[in-house]
């Protein structure tokens, strides 16, 4: 382990990074620094730029301008197999001429590691695999090819992580076990991940920080938590789980409260949940989380005049649409806890939440930026 | 009793679908032909070749007397023109795999748009006679064509010296034969290669050196197989190549064979030869494919 790759460590920053396919601007100046360490998810529709994003950091494609470095080392040019960088590819690529051992052997070979029996076998016992180390990829099933593509991958100790939609060929039940399978091996060895996805749900389960990516840049960045309460831009809004928002005019700020007129009403929303960058004398749209929203108990923020146009059951909790008089559709999430299993379609009800959850984003924005986005398509 | 005679009838009819009776039945023809044009013919050979000349010494006329012996004198008669059988059909294969390989893995990985163009164009001589395109080989070869100019040229050949009549000339008109059965299969096992798995090498620590010895390679191997099989076995019997571009010490066994049948109309040592380039080929096949199965070509 004394070459080039094992010694590099440290944060990965990428500086300005840009990829262009021709006249398509793939990549569009992106600027980030991943901590040594974290689990970084980089999340996004398809044809944001992620993937790309990725595979320059693995040396498979070249940036067309910018910089990537891990540590002080400059890695933006160096050949993939000179990087200290290993991948789990989307489709696992395993060697399908090579037995599970030799697979994961691969890597440590390559560096000229001759005695590989004890790392290998390890690491397939980290995976819960060690006693398939004899077969060819073909006899496994997708979810083994998976572990395997890691353990191919973690075994070489690299810096850093890639992990391609890794999950991506997986069913749901089976994606759901190894996000915690995932997230623990990641623990226990302490490498920094850094994971594509177009699952927002993948990346919230998993990643310590998501970056959320949109034509080529990043729209905003910070922990799940963050990322779901305040949304800073309406592609997070939608894009990261549901969001109703609805079109408003700042009246007044009144100290630490921002009053906005919607439709008649008067909506407060706090002073520093007010992520909108124009003039507050211009238009926002005041963003509310569908579970926030509550039909039977008064809150500050209250709409009225909603009629219930449909209802679905699912389980935790039943899913209202609602019209309000100014003919949009608001979606509300209610628990199952008896509170408002009375509800018919075709009831006239008012919707009401605290001000402390509602948001303010740029009025001119376009309202449904990141709804269209079918987030299961390739 | 007429409802129970129905009855039983109606199962048997079903149980006469669910019998897989089709698959049998789609093998027939498939079965016949290979009955009528091959088993039989080679059973009848088999027969030929261990006959003696009819008492009335009439010409081509033999009876059976199983004389095993035919064997012996078939190979001590024509030993020369069987290891030179080999070596030029090996030697044509090696070239035939150098020239291809880089052309199937360009074709295969780096031709883009142009793919199937050029796969139309390694089939393309095909269109024309086999016969006129190794006669064609007379003409690059030949004392004003331009291959000896530019070897000349270049001092390679002395002024007096040639290239057409030579074992050189009928090892490069077999090479060109049979590049085609070489270069598609190649092609096709390169063509199904997951260029992801190159990647993940790469990805791995590989070189591209290392990544084609380790992975690339191994995984064309069906395609090396086959198509190293497709050109060794139609070169090693071949004789028209042999005829067109060779002279009186470049006579393979398919010559030898063909003479036989039929200048001296000598069908047992015909058959007996015949038997034995088949025997030779299959064992050589059967050590390789043993071999290529393992990997240890690799």
Redesign the interface.
Known sequence: MADA?ASTKGDLTLTNLVKEFGDFRAVDDLSLVIPEGSFFALLGPSGCGKTTTLRMI???EEPTAGKIAIGSTDITYA????RP???V???Y?????LTIFENVA??LR??GIKDVKEQVTKVLELVELAHLAARKPVQLSGGQQQRIAVA??IV?RPALLLLDEPLGALDLKLRRQMQIELKWIQTEVGLTFVHVTHDQEEAMTMADTIAVMNEGRIEQMGTPVELYESPKTVFVANFLGQSNLVKGKVESVDGEDLNVNVHGNRIVVPANRDFSTDNHERSVLIGIRPEKISIEHPEANTLGGGIITDISFVGVSTQFQIQMPWGQELAVFEQNDGGASHLQKGDTVSLSWKPQFTFALDGTADIDAGTSVNPDEE | MAFVAAVTKRSGAVRGIKRPSTPYLLLIPGLAWLFMFFIYPLINLAGTSTQTPADSGEVGVYVQSFRFANYIDAFSGAREQFLRSIIYALIATLLALAISYPLAYAIAFKSGKWKNLLLVLVVAPFFTSFLLRTVAWKQILGNEGPVVAVLKFLHILGPQAGLTASAFAVVTGMTYNFLPFMTLPLYASLERIDPRTLEASSDLYANGITTFRKVTFPLSLPGVVAGTLLTFIPAAGDYINATLLGNPRTKMIGNVIEARFFDIVDYPTAAALSFMLMAAILIMVMVYVRKAGTEELV
């Open positions: 790759a693995a040396g498979l050949k993939p197999y000179a960088v290993n991948t590819f989307q489709n690529a395993l060697f399908p001429h691969f890597g390559r560096r191919r991958a070489n």
